[in-house]
């Protein structure tokens, strides 16, 4: 029967150490990728919420048109034509 060690050797634990400390490292990197996603998801959030505010205004004020987010020329809605 082998004789079974209580240790493994210096070379096998610094290869394990190796391989966890890069695991762990690029858990970290995900977690603040994943904090980084969720701050900007929050930002845009905000910024729709501001875009809609505007639009509102916009309406209100221009009436239900089309406004070129380019030039800010404003364009009146096509007639709906209908189909004999």
Avoid: W
């Amino acid at each position: 029967m082998k004789k079974v060690e209580n240790k493994i050797s210096q070379d096998e634990l610094v290869k394990l150490q190796g391989i966890s400390n890069e695991m762990n490292s690029c858990k970290i990197s995900i977690s603040d990728a994943e904090m980084h996603k969720y701050s900007l998801m929050a930002r845009l959030a905000g910024l729709q919420d501001n875009f809609q505010v505007i639009q509102k205004e916009l309406m209100d004020k221009y009436g239900k048109v089309s406004i070129s987010i380019v030039d800010g020329t404003i364009k009146e809605p096509e007639a709906d034509v209908i189909n004999p």
